[in-house]
């Protein structure tokens, strides 16, 4: 059977790891002159802490070619055919690492990288839907050519609570963040072909903020792949994520809607108290 192997960003719960049989290639966190593999030494409050201390974002780098052969020794030396994701290629070089390691065991035949165009679960709703394909004896030829098919028909987006940390990463002006916290202004941020930009800002509080987010969704959610949708956040309030769990349960669409917390990565950059609302589109 075909491995998946994703990079941490995919921000899948250990619960679905296990489900799916994915490996995990952590990427890495420095704070400071400390280094971190993100989710394994290192939980996002500790980088919002440290973060706040010294007001700055965590430098974030691909894992290193050494980790990335130690993840596909094992499959290489069964002959096993991998498939591996990475964060959109655009903002990592985690994929070309994978490459890279790949070359070294001359087992560029057997290792198949996909660049999912992505970030947090983006990613993961391909890696399970590649983790299914595996388990129904598709080849990795076979993986790739369906993934690529649904790549582009990933929604992903997400509210931020906190302009402060998108500001630090520099993808949010000084003058912009400072007005957006003083009149409560939230951002869309949708990922496409690759890359984040902004769409919406909505005003409020949270609570309110993520159920008119979603509601502005539900033609897209009603024109849903049904297996299964994501709230991944990075670490809100129980009744925020209630709140829209119980909006995509009344929509009746899906079969699973799984929660998640986004990993050290990605919550370094969007702050805590973002969440998202990720699915694949039917077309």
Not at 2 to 20: F, G, Q
Not at 107 to 131: M, R, Y
């Amino acid at each position: 059977m075909v491995k998946i192997i994703a990079d941490s960003t995919c921000d899948l719960s250990e619960e679905l790891i296990k489900k799916y049989d994915v490996d995990i290639l952590p990427l890495h966190i420095l704070l400071g002159e400390k280094e971190y593999e993100d989710g394994k030494s290192i939980c996002p409050e500790d980088i919002f802490q440290w973060s706040d201390e010294h007001e700055t974002t965590p430098k974030t780098s691909a894992p290193s070619m050494d980790t990335a052969m130690d993840v596909l020794r094992p499959y290489v030396e069964e002959g096993r055919e991998c498939v591996c994701f990475c964060i959109s290629e655009t903002m990592s070089t985690c994929g070309n690492v994978i490459r890279m390691a790949a070359e070294e065991l001359e087992a560029e035949s057997l290792v198949q990288v996909i660049d999912s165009q992505n970030l947090s679960t983006g990613i993961g709703l391909l890696v399970i839907e590649a983790a299914i394909m595996a388990q129904e004896g598709k080849t990795a030829k076979e993986i790739v050519s369906g993934i690529e098919m649904l790549r582009p028909l990933v929604r992903a987006s997400f509210v931020v609570d906190t302009l402060v940390y998108l500001h630090r990463g520099g993808r949010c002006g000084g003058l912009s963040a400072m007005l957006g916290g003083a009149l409560k202004l939230h951002p869309k941020i949708v990922v496409e072909n690759g890359s984040m930009h902004s769409t919406k800002k909505y005003r409020g509080n949270m609570k309110s903020v993520v159920l008119s987010y979603v509601k502005d969704m539900e033609p897209e959610l009603k024109n849903a792949k049904k297996d299964r949708v994501f709230i991944t956040h990075s670490g809100c309030k129980p009744g925020v994520v209630d709140t829209v769990k119980e909006y995509l349960e009344s929509l009746g669409v899906f079969a699973e809607i799984q929660e998640t917390r986004a990993g050290g990565v990605i919550s370094s950059h969007c702050g805590p108290g973002t969440l998202g609302v990720l699915f694949i589109s039917e077309n």
